[in-house]
């Protein structure tokens, strides 16, 4: 069965201070490893994609990383912000002629950063 | 641009109503989708288009249509409201590319959150 897993589920952490977040998948075969952003009350917003072919990517403070070996990603944030208070989301993309179950979404990790 | 647009923000309706969510990009974009989102649940496909006049289904779409005919609308009709559809929707769209080797990005829109009573 095609899953994506992140964890922690929630993270607190000071403002100033780094953290990772896990995403670990079986989606099978796979296409791309994609994480998003989403604010409270807010859609989705797209932090970076990764294909197979592509270990590590960064957005500004964000740098997501990708082992297609053994089938996990994370995503790094440094010198954390209030602004960085959101759940982040991890999906899979798996190839597929049917673009209707092309995307599996991880339940998100919820992350507060505290003054 | 104003990129992916939903309306309304908020619904309530009882349980029997139908309604229509609306939702709007100006990107060009051949790829639509819609999906909700349940507490603790990842987000889940209902429906998706590939172009104008062309709906199919995703992971969870009983209880709910769609029809495409345009590029930029994408309508999601609920026919008989049940209180487990209670969520909150969210519309998406991306260029063609989303179904090629090189994945595009995928925009979402505000969200509609609704409450069935």
């Known amino acids: 069965k095609n899953q994506v897993e992140q964890s922690p589920q929630s993270l607190i952490i000071l403002e100033g201070k780094n953290c990772t977040l896990q995403?670990?998948?079986?989606?099978?075969?796979?296409?791309?490893l994609r994480w998003y952003k989403q604010d409270t009350g807010r859609g989705p917003v797209s932090l970076t994609i990764m294909t197979f072919s592509e270990n590590t990517k960064s957005n500004g403070r964000y740098t997501a990383t990708l082992d297609a070996d053994t089938k996990q990603s994370s995503l790094h944030i440094t010198a954390s912000q209030l602004s960085d208070s959101a759940s982040y989301i991890c999906v899979v993309s798996r190839l597929n002629n049917n673009a209707g179950n092309m995307l599996t979404f991880g339940g998100g990790t919820r992350l507060m950063v505290k003054p | 641009n104003a990129g992916v647009t939903q309306t309304p923000k908020f619904q309530v309706l009882k349980t029997g109503q139908s309604m229509t969510l609306q939702c709007a990009q100006d990107?060009?974009?051949?790829?639509m989708s819609w999906y909700r989102q349940d507490p603790g649940m990842g987000l889940r496909l209902i429906h998706y288009s590939v172009g104008a006049g062309i709906t199919d289904q995703g992971e969870v779409p009983n209880g709910y249509n769609v029809s495409r005919s345009t590029t930029e609308d994408f309508p999601l009709r609920l026919l008989s409201a049940a209180p487990s559809q209670t969520s909150v929707y969210f519309c998406?769209?991306?260029?063609?590319?989303?179904?090629?080797?090189?994945?595009?990005?995928?925009?979402f829109g505000p969200g509609t959150r609704l409450t069935v009573l």
């Open positions: 998406a769209s991306s260029s063609k590319t989303f179904l090629a080797k090189f994945p595009d990005t995928q925009y």
């Open positions: 990107m060009n974009h051949e790829y």
């Open positions: 995403c670990n998948y079986t989606v099978s075969p796979f296409s791309n």
